[in-house]
């Protein structure tokens, strides 16, 4: 049977509250109502030869609750004089949540308004295009508006997340909500006080004058003629913020940069050259360390094609930045160890050479295993020590 049945025209209001839209009318003030919902009823041959299922059919729909029917008369030779619902009709919001049974989240929606409305009124439009959301953040939403609040008043703070000083509001809370903060404080906070060039939850500290905490790069000197402290040693572990790292300009003409940090502490020793301990993707610890464009700097990645992409981007800040021990003949070398990369990039990298390109392709092709990935601390030192003698 193709009729509309009491389930069908529930799923239709269902529908309406999972796009918001019954929400959305009660923020806004625009209502829906009285709401006509598609009624696709019997044909008129149907009337003629179904009609007990259309007698029942037509029951059930009156006993619903919360709807109202619109009926047409019409006259059977043999039944006589009858009604038929031809339209549906949702009356109010109170009738539309009650037929979906929810009466609850309607009013705990109302409440979220009404608090809303008095405190940042706002993000009454927020509450209009994302209501459901908002109901997901109930329980916290007094929270949010304090922070929202405090921000308002304390516009780019320049204190840690942790100086934030609210009554019930930790910094791991801040920190826990800081996509849907996001949101809501771009409504509420004059657009003078927003970095628009900062985006994303990495950046909601710098984007909203909250200070971050200092990068921070951990290196060795290789060439204990050139030691930062003396007595020289091979264990000299130094970390520095990335302000103090770029005012360095160390006297070396070499730096290393691996992502292992074994490999790190254990890189031997080499003339005129550091080592940096890598950060993965994230290389905007180096981004004002202008001297390191003037050094030779070999970068010691897995070889993978997540570590060919580390490498891709790295170039994108020096472009002169030399592969170390991600050839083929490395990987080649060390077969016994291969692994398996568990989520491959494949994404064309423009900034490799023709060798390393070649490799990258072979390996997100999978031309050699499946996955395959060649982790740095699976090549021996004694290779690292031959392939350093040839670099010279």
């Known amino acids: 049977m193709s009729w509309t049945t009491p389930a ?27 709401k006509r919902l598609v009624l696709k009823g019997p044909t008129s041959a149907e009337i003629t030869e179904r009609f007990e299922d259309i007698r029942q059919w037509s029951s059930s729909l009156r006993t619903m609750a919360h709807c109202r029917l619109e009926m047409r008369e019409f006259r059977h030779r043999v039944f006589g004089t009858n009604a038929l619902p031809v339209e549906v009709w949702i009356d109010s ?29 706002r993000l009454v439009p927020w509450l ?71 985006s994303g939850i990495g950046q909601f500290a710098a984007r909203y004058g909250l200070r971050e905490k200092p990068l921070r790069i951990r290196f060795r000197v290789l060439d204990a003629k050139k030691a930062l402290f003396h007595p020289a040693s091979a264990e000299q572990d130094v970390t520095l913020d990335a302000a103090s790292f770029a005012r360095l300009n160390l006297e070396v003409s070499r730096i290393f940069i691996t992502e292992n940090e074994i490999n790190f502490l254990a890189f031997p020793p080499v003339d005129d050259s550091m080592v940096v301990f890598g950060a993965g993707y994230g290389f905007e610890m180096l981004a004002n360390a202008n001297w390191l464009s003037r050094r030779r700097i070999c970068y010691w990645g897995d070889i993978d094609t997540h570590g060919f992409a580390i490498l891709d981007q790295l170039r994108h800040q020096f472009d002169h930045v030399e592969s170390f ?36 392709d072979d390996l997100r092709d999978n031309r050699l295993r499946k996955n395959l990935r060649l982790e740095q601390e699976k090549v021996s030192f004694g290779w690292v ?4 003698c040839k670099l010279g």
Not at 110 to 115: E, I, N, Q, T
């Open 8 to 34: 069908d025209l529930r799923t239709q209001v269902s529908r309406l509250w999972e796009r918001g839209e019954l929400l959305a009318g009660v923020a806004t003030g625009a209502s829906l109502f009285p």
């Open 128 to 198: 209009a295009k994302r209501p459901l959301r908002a109901l997901e953040l109930a329980e916290v939403w007094g929270r949010l508006l304090d922070v929202c609040v405090w921000l308002e008043r304390h516009p780019r703070p320049d204190v840690y997340l942790r100086q934030i000083d609210i009554a019930n509001v930790h910094t791991k809370f801040i920190e826990a909500y800081r996509g849907v903060l996001s949101e809501l404080l771009d409504v509420v906070l004059p657009a003078e006080t927003v970095d628009s060039a900062r």
């Open 93 to 121: 919001f109170e009738d539309a949540v009650a037929l979906i049974g929810k009466q609850r989240d309607a009013a705990r929606f109302a409440l979220l308004l009404d608090v809303t409305r008095a405190r940042e009124p």
């Open 385 to 388: 020590e031959a392939a350093l």
């Open 325 to 360: 021990l991600m050839d083929r003949e490395t990987l080649l070398a060390f077969e016994s160890q291969w692994d398996r990369e568990d989520k491959q990039t494949l994404r064309d990298l423009p900034r490799l050479n023709r060798d390393e390109e070649a490799l990258y």
